[in-house]
């Protein structure tokens, strides 16, 4: 008996890890962002390059960047970040889009800064699935698809998996619900 008192708890469910995806369809198309630890991903895209310069980031060995120069380096490095990062609709991959890139610095010495890339596009009107891969990470993470006001749907993802195809409403019906939103 006193050994299951000893014994940890365990609960279902997910660690909340530093990376998320949201997708949102409105009437204009879709918006996605990815929220995750920005110095941990400029180093792990600057590893995939040979340019020195890009790889040490300008600092010494194990100085961390301030937040102006990890937004520059995601900016320098958005090409790599792509070759890793794709969605898709009815499994026909979306061109890489031009992504609006920040980063929120930290709130306190325990939260790294934040890299917010977010990207917009055109749904296609006989989209009937997305699918969605990020290569970027190594621990589980949610994927929130919503489309026009209706509750998100979270999938979890581990790592480099991809998502399973994401029915999706159709076009013309969320069209129509996210107007009648405005």
Do not use: C
Not at 47 to 59: F, H, I, K, L, Q
Not at 125 to 132: E, K, M, N, Q, Y
């Amino acid at each position: 008996l006193l050994l299951l008192v000893l014994l940890p708890a365990t609960s279902p469910g997910h660690e909340l890890g530093t990376t998320r995806v949201s997708v949102r369809f409105d009437a204009a198309g879709y918006t996605a962002e990815i929220v995750t630890d920005a110095q941990s991903l400029v180093e792990k895209l600057a590893a995939m390059t040979e340019d020195s310069a890009v790889n040490g980031g300008g600092n010494s060995a194990g100085e961390a960047m301030s937040a102006a120069q990890l937004e520059q380096r995601l900016r320098e490095l958005q090409p790599v970040l792509w070759t890793r990062a794709r969605l898709a609709f009815d499994g026909v991959d979306e061109p890489s889009a031009a992504a609006d890139i920040s980063v929120v610095p930290a709130g306190d010495p325990f939260t790294p800064p934040q890299a917010h890339i977010r990207w917009h596009g055109i749904r296609p009107s006989s989209a009937h699935a997305l699918t969605w891969h990020y290569g970027w990470t190594f621990a589980s993470y949610a994927l929130a698809v919503q489309e026009g006001n209706s509750e998100p749907e979270v999938t979890w993802l581990e790592g480099n998996a991809s998502s399973p195809a994401l029915q999706l409403a159709s076009a013309s019906s969320a069209a129509a619900a996210a107007a009648g939103d405005s």
